[in-house]
């Protein structure tokens, strides 16, 4: 189906009508145009605001994947030690990538319904000296909500770069770029945002950029053309302006409705959905709710049901939830409330199919 009366899949996230709406204009040559570079810089310093960030922050073309290959990439050379703390299948799955970039990785790992310790990740910091630490801030397919202040100061104790994937909650929960010193934060439009998946957008500190400038990776993904290529007026491909103009209308929505309302909005969204689900008997993954990300909340395939009978049933209502894969595949499911689906009249729409659904029963 194309789309759903009732979105609540965790990304990509259903694209408003003003967002949408931009996608309609006919753009010129965006490599040609002051007002397209104007754009550019206009839409940095609004994600400078919404991250906390005093450092630059690209926009790069690609989805939130591009911002997590190319900020590796770009400060990787083969051999480098990365020290990737794993929380979830994000978090793991980001030390598989550094080993496939050549680098010399050890992951501090927990389980999925666990969150970071870090004690444990300055312990192994401090045994394996990384030049790089990877963590991650809201791990989608688990649910779950990692501190990050702590693992910021660690990798200053041991002079490593800090990087971050907030794909999953930037704009729908604080991320605190500056404080948490995060060298490398990736963002991608199509979560918080509600934008397609057209944009990633990496903070990148002035020793991220130094990391840059020595390791010299050139690629599709590589950070470093866009240090100061946007205003020498060079960018290494031609942009999407429609997607840099769509992002500039979504940040203008975020900020106009102000941060603190914004994150007040995804924690009583997410808040309301544990009451109902625990009020339906279905068990909340994982059970210690001060681990939860207020962008998504994970929870057990209900007793009775499969995945797929469950998925099948929400379909056949005009619902979408997101089902899970590796370890929790067919045993946890995932109602995304992030951006435009933080929104609680459609959580209640949602959470009344579901107790309609399971008061039907499964289908023999
Ligand atoms: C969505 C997401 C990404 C990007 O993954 P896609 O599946 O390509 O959208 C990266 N990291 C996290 C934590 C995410 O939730």
């Not at 030690?81 to 501090?108: C, H, K, N, P, S």
Request: net charge negative.
């Amino acid at each position: 189906m194309l789309s759903y009366q009732i979105p609540l899949v965790p990304g990509p996230v259903s694209v408003p009508e003003a967002v949408r709406a931009v996608y309609q204009v006919d753009y010129a040559s965006a490599d040609l145009e002051e007002e397209f570079f104007a754009l550019y810089a206009a839409c940095e310093s609004k994600l400078q605001r919404v991250l906390g960030a005093s450092a630059a922050v690209t926009i790069q073309t690609g989805e939130g994947m591009l911002a997590l290959w190319g900020a590796l990439k770009s400060v990787i050379r083969p051999g480098d030690r990365v020290l990737a703390v794993g929380t979830g299948l994000f978090g793991y799955g980001i030390g598989d990538m550094a080993r496939q970039v050549g680098a010399e990785v050890e992951t501090v790992g927990f389980p999925f319904d666990a969150i970071v310790d870090p004690d444990a990740v300055r312990a192994a910091a401090l045994r394996f000296r990384p030049k790089l630490i990877t963590a991650v801030h809201c791990e989608t397919p688990s649910g779950t909500l990692n501190p990050l202040d702590e693992l910021g100061r660690i990798s200053r104790e041991v002079d490593a770069l800090f990087y971050v994937d907030f794909v999953a909650s930037g704009g729908g929960a604080p991320v605190d770029v500056d404080r948490c010193a995060i060298d490398l934060g990736l963002l991608g439009s199509q979560k918080v945002l509600s934008l397609p998946p057209d944009l990633s957008m990496v903070s990148v500190s002035e020793r991220a950029w130094r990391a840059v400038a020595d390791v010299g990776y050139a690629g599709y993904d590589a950070l470093a053309p866009w240090k100061d290529g946007p205003a020498r007026r060079y960018l290494p491909y031609t942009h999407n302006w429609s997607a840099v103009a769509a992002l500039d209308v979504a940040l203008d929505l975020l900020l106009d409705e102000g941060l603190e309302q914004a994150y007040a909005r995804h924690a009583s969204v997410a808040e309301r959905c544990r009451r109902r689900l625990e009020g339906m008997g279905i068990r909340l993954y994982p059970a210690q709710e001060a681990y939860n990300s207020p962008t998504v909340t994970a929870a057990y395939v209900p007793d009775g049901w499969t995945w797929p009978t469950l998925d099948g049933a929400l379909r056949a209502h005009g619902m979408a939830v997101g089902g899970n894969y590796g370890e929790l595949a067919g045993k946890v499911f995932r109602i995304g409330h992030m951006g435009s689906q933080a929104d609680l009249a459609l959580i209640e729409r949602g959470l009344d199919v579901l107790a309609q659904v399971l008061a039907a029963g499964a289908p023999a």
